[in-house]
Nanobody, 125 residues
Framework: QVQLVESGGGLVQAGGSLRLSCAAS????????MGWFRQTPGKEREFVAA????????RMTDSVKGRFTISRHNLKNTVYLQMNNLKPEDTAVYYC??????????????????WGQGTQVTVSS
């Protein structure tokens, strides 16, 4: 059974940092782009960051550029999201996802076919 399991969420004050992890099991995703999305109540899930299968290319949404970093460790089948200088507007459930096409570093949900259950990130002001 293929699973993506996120961890590392929690409550942090504005300006603080968190590191999210997404561990995959059931198959290797070393040839898949990986992404992070987030969702707040009443809103659609939005793209945050994505990384190519090699780790050499990253894409970030504008609101997190300069604050978040996405990385991966293929031997551990794990992708990370380092979040620094967190803001209250970063509060959301964060999901990791595995991309369908090895050569598409997608920014929309339909480009991903495996999803984790999500981890809550809450940033207090």
């Amino acid at each position: 059974q293929v699973q993506l399991v996120e961890s590392g969420g929690g409550l942090v004050q504005a300006g603080g940092s968190l590191r999210l992890s997404c561990a995959a099991s059931g198959r290797t995703f070393s040839r898949n782009p990986m992404g992070w999305f987030r969702q707040t109540p009443g809103k659609e899930r939005e793209f945050v960051a994505a990384i190519s299968w090699s780790g050499g290319t990253q894409r970030m949404t504008d609101s997190v550029k300069g604050r978040f970093t996405i990385s991966r460790h293929n031997l551990k089948n794990t992708v990370y999201l380092q979040m620094n200088n967190l803001k209250p507007e970063d509060t959301a459930v964060y999901y990791c996802a595995a991309g369908k096409n090895p050569y598409v570093i997608g920014m929309i949900e339909s480009e991903y076919n495996y999803w984790g259950q999500g981890t809550q990130v809450t940033v207090s002001s």
